[in-house]
Antibody, heavy 120, light 115 residues
Framework: QVQLQESGPGLVKPSETLSLTCTVS????????WSWIRQPAGKGLEWIGR???????NYNPSLKNRVTMSVDTSKNQFSLKLSSVTAADTAMYYC??????????????WGQGTLVTVSS | QAVLTQPSSLSASPGASASLTCTLR?????????IYWYQQKPGSPPQYLLR?????????GSGVPSRFSGSKDASANAGILLISGLQSEDEADYYC?????????FGGGTKLTVL
């Protein structure tokens, strides 16, 4: 069964860039889309975007200008960069496997999440 | 107006049924969309429950009990998650989701209390 694990700094300063990596184990990263989803404490889910192993991306329009995603198939990893962060970006960040395909999305496996706090 | 609107909370008794709604914005026709449902318990990531577009286009998540089912109310432009035979373990947050304009959209979530 595929497992996902997020990693990265838990504290980021305002205006800096948040960088997270998701490592996939128990299966190949190929042939699927890979998403990032976040959740502020006590609030709902917000999809950040996704990337395929061919490098195709879809981003949340509200975050598009600040988001960059990449994938490293040799390491079975994919990554998120979110620039110019503010306190509003403080949240639990989840990575997830998306088996929905080009015109659908279905998250069947999730990481446990990593808490990122934006503060000076 | 939000793309997907869910009631913030719902309470129901053990053994009863609970109907969780996900209303689409009026300019989006529920008939055209697959509605996905996720369950999230405190301290855990969400888990996929099921998706529903029609009786001929639906899917149950792996290991998800059949007492969780999906449907639609076209007159209300809404997707519905029906949970029958409620159990205490069903107490959780439930999120609906659609793929819209090449992006994922989540509803705000419904906190289901079983008491």
């Amino acid at each position: 069964q595929v497992q996902l694990q997020e990693s990265g700094p838990g504290l980021v300063k305002p205006s800096e860039t948040l960088s997270l990596t998701c490592t996939v184990s128990g299966g190949s990263i190929s042939s699927y889309y890979w998403s990032w989803i976040r959740q502020p404490a006590g609030k709902g889910l917000e999809w950040i975007g996704r990337i395929s192993t061919s490098g195709s991306t879809n981003y949340n329009p509200s975050l598009k200008n600040r988001v960059t995603m990449s994938v490293d198939t040799s390491k079975n990893q994919f990554s998120l960069k979110l620039s110019s962060v503010t306190a509003a970006d403080t949240a639990m960040y989840y990575c997830a496997r998306d088996v929905g395909g080009t015109n659908h999305a279905l998250f069947d496996s999730w990481g446990q999440g990593t808490l990122v706090t934006v503060s000076s | 107006q939000a793309v997907l609107t869910q009631p913030s909370s719902l309470s129901a008794s053990p053994g009863a049924s609970a109907s969780l709604t996900c209303t689409l914005r009026s300019d989006i026709n529920v008939g055209s969309y697959r509605i996905y449902w996720y369950q999230q318990k405190p301290g855990s990531p969400p888990q996929y429950l099921l998706r529903y577009k029609s009786d001929s286009d639906k899917q149950q998540g792996s290991g998800v009990p059949s007492r969780f089912s999906g449907s639609k109310d076209a007159s209300a432009n809404a997707g519905i998650l029906l949970i029958s035979g409620l159990q205490s373990e069903d107490e959780a947050d439930y999120y609906c989701m659609i793929w819209h304009s090449s992006a994922v959209v989540f509803g705000g979530g419904t906190k289901l209390t079983v008491l």
